[in-house]
């Protein structure tokens, strides 16, 4: 173990990979490889979160030395782990072609850190949480630290915003991915005095590659913002320009692609900025027409078609691996068993 991590090459052609802590750590399944996922709970030895809760899914091909990516995914609220599995498919070989673990965290109360109903984080840090369970499993996994991925719907969705925004996790997560994101305004929240979550994002990385998708007609989290039920929100166009700045791109800068997908359905933007010689990547919005609050896909969602205006005619995971799958960790960052660099 302590021989670990030591650095893999995968394939000639593919860049170096770091191998998490966790690689050469046998097996004790639950989970089996390529199994159904199995609820696991967080060891509560080491870190100040008792009884937290994640479904994990191995992938088939799952071997303790050969390291894999590793998405986490983060449900809506009202929302258990396993039917945000369900509802979102990441689990499943066919949309999940990058051939990543992933892990569904179960949030307290079935909600997140950042809705209007939780609690501040004295009470429950979710964000905390969060970097406790990355912690755990590229301890206790084989994972490619370059290449671990957050993803959330609605609640989840404002949860993965805060991960993006923070000054340890930006450093640890190679982009993130955020459906129907509910990312209220902190005068929406129930926040103690002084303590900032939406209304201050400062990561310690720039960029971080973000992608966003939002339904024109979301009657939970609405497009304008203002008029969002619950309490307002940042407007989704305001909060597509925070990222577009934050990641290095200048305040007018035009996307460098702009158009319909999936058949007219959708309107992707992407931006593409650099700090640096090369350009890249640094943020991809969806404005999906007409979409209610929900998760795009092919497949019905009874208890959910009410609000979603769905299905729609793709797959919003597969989209959403396919961006995962061209990002990953740069170099400087990639420290294994030490994730904040001393010094930038
Ligand atoms: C979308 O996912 C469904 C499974 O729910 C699958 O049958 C279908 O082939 C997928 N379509 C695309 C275009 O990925």
């Given amino acids: 173990m302590q021989l670990l991590p030591i650095l893999l090459t995968t394939f000639p052609l593919l860049p170096l990979t770091v191998a998490s802590p966790g690689c050469g750590h046998p097996l004790h399944p639950p989970p089996t490889p390529g199994a159904s996922s199995s609820l696991l709970n967080l060891p509560s030895d080491h870190h ?30 009202d929302q258990t782990a396993q039917e945000f599995e369900r509802q979102s498919e990441f689990s499943k070989p066919l949309l999940n072609t990058l051939g990543a673990l992933v892990a569904f965290p179960q949030g307290v109360g079935k909600m997140w850190t950042g809705d209007p109903e939780a609690p501040s984080r004295r009470e429950r840090d979710d964000i ?27 609640n989840g969705g404002g949860l993965v915003d805060l991960l993006a925004c923070d000054e340890g996790v930006s450093t640890r997560i190679a982009a993130a991915a955020i ?14 005095k002084g303590e900032k979550l939406f209304d201050v994002c400062r990561p310690r990385r720039v960029p971080v590659p973000v992608l966003e998708m939002h339904g024109s007609r979301d009657p939970v ?15 989704v166009e305001e909060w597509v320009q925070g990222w577009k700045v934050r990641n290095g791109c200048k305040e007018g800068e035009k996307p460098t692609w702009e158009g319909e997908v999936h058949g007219g359905s959708a309107k992707k933007r992407t931006w593409s900025c650099g700090v640096g010689a090369e350009k890249q990547e640094v943020l991809v919005h969806y404005t ?18 009410k609000q979603r205006f769905g299905p729609v005619s793709w797959n919003a995971t597969r989209d959403i691996v396919d961006f995962f799958g061209s990002k990953s960790l740069p170099s400087e960052w990639r420290v294994p068993g030490k994730w904040v660099r001393d010094e930038l």
């Fill in 128 to 154: 905390g949480f969060a970097a406790a369970l990355l912690d755990h499993l590229v301890n206790t996994y084989c994972i490619a630290l370059e290449r671990v991925y957050v993803v959330g719907f609605s």
């Fill in 288 to 305: 999906i027409e007409g979409f209610g609050h929900g998760w795009p896909s092919i497949k019905r969602q009874e208890d959910d078609e």
């Fill in 221 to 235: 989290i609405h497009y304008d913002g203002k008029s969002t039920p619950d309490g307002e929100t940042w407007p």
């Fill in 48 to 77: 100040s979160f008792p009884s937290r809760q994640y479904l994990l899914h191995l992938p088939a091909n799952y071997h303790i030395y050969s390291p894999l990516p590793l998405i986490i995914a983060f449900h809506g609220k």
């Fill in 179 to 192: 459906v129907s994101g509910a990312i209220y305004k902190d005068k929406s929240l129930k926040l103690e």
